[in-house]
């Protein structure tokens, strides 16, 4: 068997959902599960929903019922699969508006009730596809991820699976596999022991399909997004950027956490038990090879992708006690972890302490508490730009990209080397990120190509 992953963007209308059906018909004979993601934007659209909600009182999700009511219209399906289509379809909508309702009465919203909300997106969107297989002759059913042995801590927002599921998992799938009946399973969702809706974080559909994979040994995972595959870097910013043709898990998880927005940072962790090879391809153009991921890869010239993550506040913590205060960094750390802040980059020297953290942190409560052993100053407006390379290659590696950022004037602010080893990340300023980042392509991996047909002047 394998795994099939489609994105919101590649399910985001009628056409899409007719082309995603031509992309699993080719690769029936090899019994795929599929994992999908809420249409479009819609994800999105209930979080505005529930924002609206909580500030105004007014519950509107027009826009949500609009795209799938259009969607199966669209779809012309025979009578008989739309009328069930609809049966199913509409409970959730009447259950989706009377959550919507609540929130605008009591004006809050939790983190548990988010995740109940926002997973209307996948169970609408596995529906309307089953339904779409079933109309052209392939036996389909849609199923919530709970129902395929999705089960989970009560972590709401980035919920990790319970051991359990892991035998739960292949008990459920693989009987429908072996009916002849092809799964189509909402992404990023599960449930907690108690019951209630939880998610495996934003983007975690890709977890989901990783872990259905692992759990069956699935032959392989295809992850189909709207770009060809991983690239040396963000083609938004470097219109030249590649897509690479293999990629470590390692890699792969390093560029997702710091910016690339291509995969979910924790998607790969299972298939490093199994080597499961994970295939990214574009749903759009389905005949470019795309990215494999896989345990180990030959390396070719001395790195293999730029990305940058903005909006990072950099905190300096100076200690005040002056040198070799032991259980200066234990304070410094257990401060952040009571406050649930997570730190992304870390640099010390003997009396201080750098890190890097998500600006959306409120730091006041950290700030306080860290100031009474130290000097604490926050600067805000950063980006972290990373280089996924050779290791073995690291000095060459990090005087080329000092000389990149000398040669445009940036003063880096701080460096840390991961100890995964692929991983080499810098601080600069947010506004300066863009420069660097296309230096760095234009160095490592030359001028881009000039066309000779382009028209002149
Ligand atoms: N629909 C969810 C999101 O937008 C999950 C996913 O797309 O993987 O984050
Ligand atoms: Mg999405």
Redesign the pocket.
């Known amino acids: 068997m394998i795994v099939m992953k489609f994105?919101?963007s590649s399910v985001a209308d009628a056409g899409r959902i007719r082309h995603v059906a031509g992309i699993v018909e080719t690769q029936v004979k090899r019994k795929p599960v599929l994992i999908l993601?809420?249409m479009g934007?819609?994800?999105?659209h209930l979080l505005g929903a529930a924002d609206t909600a909580v500030k105004t009182g007014i519950v509107s999700i027009g826009s949500i019922e609009e795209l799938h009511a259009k969607t199966i219209q669209e779809l012309r399906l025979p009578e008989a699969i739309e009328k069930g289509l609809q049966q199913e379809i509409t409970p959730l909508l009447d259950e989706l508006r009377s959550l919507l309702v609540g929130i605008s009465l009591i004006r809050e919203i939790t983190n548990r009730t988010k995740d109940y909300l926002?997973s209307f997106?996948?169970r609408l969107s596995v529906r309307i596809m089953a339904a779409y297989f079933n109309a052209i002759h392939i036996k389909a059913q849609a199923f919530d991820a709970w129902d395929m042995g999705f089960l989970s801590d009560s972590n709401f927002s980035s919920a990790w699976l319970l051991k359990e599921s892991w035998d739960l998992i292949p008990a459920k799938v693989l009987p429908v596999i072996e009916s002849g009946v092809l799964p189509v399973v909402t992404?990023?969702i599960a449930r907690e022991k108690s019951g209630a809706v939880t998610?495996?974080?934003?983007?975690?559909?890709?977890l989901?399909a990783t872990v259905i994979a692992v759990a069956c040994k699935a032959e392989e995972v295809q992850v189909w997004k709207d770009v060809d595959g991983i690239l040396t870097a963000d083609p938004r910013l470097v219109p030249e950027a590649k897509p690479l043709e293999e990629v470590t898990y390692e890699e792969a998880a390093e560029l997702a956490y710091f910016g690339a927005q291509v995969l979910?940072p924790r998607a790969m962790q299972p298939c490093t038990k199994t080597g499961t090879p994970v295939l990214v391809k574009n749903s759009y153009n389905p005949q470019a090879p795309g990215t494999r991921i896989v345990s180990s890869v030959q390396k070719k010239g001395p790195i293999r992708a730029i990305s940058t993550r903005k909006n990072v506040t950099l905190i300096d913590i100076v200690s005040t006690r002056m040198l070799g205060q032991y259980g200066f960094l234990e304070k410094v750390f257990s401060n952040f972890a009571r406050f649930g802040i997570s730190v992304d980059m870390v640099a010390t020297s003997e009396v201080s302490v750098s890190v890097t953290l998500d600006t959306a942190n409120d730091l006041d409560a950290v700030k306080a508490e860290l100031s009474q052993i130290a000097t604490v100053e926050i600067k805000k407006g950063r980006a972290i730009v990373t280089i996924i390379g050779d290791v073995n290659r690291s000095s060459e590696i990090l005087q080329r990209a000092f000389g990149v950022c000398e040669n445009l004037g940036v003063q880096v602010q701080m460096i840390s080397q991961g100890a995964s080893k692929v991983n080499i990340s810098f601080i600069v300023n947010d506004t300066q990120a863009d420069d660097v980042v296309k230096g760095l392509h234009r160095n490592f991996f030359g001028e881009p190509h000039e066309d000779p047909y382009k028209k002149q002047g």
Do not use: I, N, Y
């Open positions: 994105g919101g993601s809420a934007d819609t994800t999105d926002v997106g996948e992404g990023f998610t495996l974080g934003r983007g975690g559909s890709d989901t979910h």
